[in-house]
């Protein structure tokens, strides 16, 4: 059980087109969703936490407006990011936690390349 | 705001036994985790300690003291597959008043035969 997928796995875009990915818990429902970022030999940075059905927190840094963040419902999460550039490109996984639960179950992640 | 403090790189040889720890300083600690993470790949759950005391599960064990915000994650007998980055993260309540998990940069622990 607790199953999260993302999608899509790899995504390769344009200069100043958006990119959509999505984050799923296949079999639990996600009242609390959350993205991170990871570039190349670093950890993984927190970009913002997502709850159903209200506005996504971001943290300090993030621009509210590139990273378009929607959880629409309780089994998925969808970062939009809005006129990509190049320093875009990262790794970002998503993350999503049930009900009365502790642990954070981490999606596979989504390689992103701006060209 | 959350500090947190592993080793970056570690080598240790295949059937032995190593240590890495984890310094934290935040506010409003809940627990600890432990992940690990290869290359491309999303990290994996390995341990969550919230009480002082030392967690087993196998070859991995992890410990925790609260009073000195520190942990350390063991891993015995150790084989070639355990080459990856072990993520130190500490949970904590945000200003916001959420629950979040803030990670440490990470040990890549490279096994030799």
């Known amino acids: 059980g607790a199953v999260v997928s993302q999608h899509p796995s790899r995504v390769i875009c344009k200069s100043g087109t958006s990119v959509k990915i999505e984050c799923r818990s296949l079999d639990f429902q996600a009242t609390t969703m959350f993205w991170y970022r990871q570039f190349p030999k670093q950890s993984l940075m927190l970009m913002a936490t997502?709850?159903?059905?209200?506005?996504?927190?971001?943290e300090q840094g993030v621009e509210k407006d590139k990273f378009l963040i929607n959880h629409a419902s309780l089994t998925l999460s969808t970062l939009t990011v809005t006129s990509a550039h190049p320093e875009d490109s990262s790794f970002y996984i998503c993350s999503a936690v049930g009900t009365g639960n502790y642990e954070q179950y981490f999606g596979p992640g989504t390689r992103l390349t701006v060209t | 705001g959350q500090n947190i403090d592993q080793p970056t790189e570690m080598t240790a040889t295949e059937g032995a036994i190593v240590q890495i720890n984890c310094t934290y300083q935040?506010?409003?600690?809940?627990?600890l985790f432990w992940y690990q993470q290869h290359a491309g790949e999303a990290p994996t759950f390995l341990s969550y300690n919230v009480l002082d005391g030392l967690e087993e599960k196998g070859r991995f064990s992890s410990f925790l003291s609260r009073s000195k915000g520190y942990s350390y994650l063991l891993l015995k007998e150790l084989q070639m597959k355990d080459s990856a980055s072990y993520l130190c993260?500490?949970?904590?309540?945000?200003?916001?008043?959420?629950?979040?998990?803030?990670f440490g940069t990470g040990t890549r622990l490279t096994i030799i035969p």
């Open positions: 935040t506010s409003g600690f809940n627990g």
């Open positions: 993260a500490v949970s904590h309540i945000s200003n916001f008043g959420n629950e979040k998990l803030t």
């Open positions: 997502s709850n159903e059905g209200s506005k996504a927190t971001y």
